[in-house]
C-alpha cells in the first residue's frame, strides 16, 4: 500500500473509506474493513494522452524491427 491511496469497502450497507497515511510492504492482500468485508480501491478510468509524432515514428521502426529480427532468426 502506498501512501495517499484511498480503499472502499465493499459491503453495500458499509461502504466505509480510508486513506493509507503509513506505507505497508508486507502482504499483498487488501485491506479488510472494521466490518470483515475486503476494501478495494475505487476505480479510476484510464487518462487518453494523444502521441507526439515523433513517438509514432519510433513506434513504427521498432515493429519493423521486429519483424526483421524475426525472419534473419528463422531462416538462419
Known amino acids: 500500500m502506498i501512501v495517499g491511496q484511498i480503499y472502499r469497502c465493499q459491503n453495500l450497507k458499509c461502504h466505509s473509506e480510508v486513506q ?44 519493423m524491427n521486429i519483424k526483421i529480427l524475426g525472419l534473419l532468426c528463422c531462416s538462419g
Open 20 to 63: 493509507v497515511i503509513k506505507s505497508y510492504a508486507t502482504g499483498r492482500q487488501n485491506p479488510r474493513c472494521c466490518c470483515g468485508a475486503e476494501m478495494k480501491k475505487p476505480y479510476t478510468p484510464p487518462v487518453l494522452r494523444e502521441l507526439p509524432s515523433e513517438m509514432k515514428v519510433l513506434i513504427g521502426h521498432k515493429s
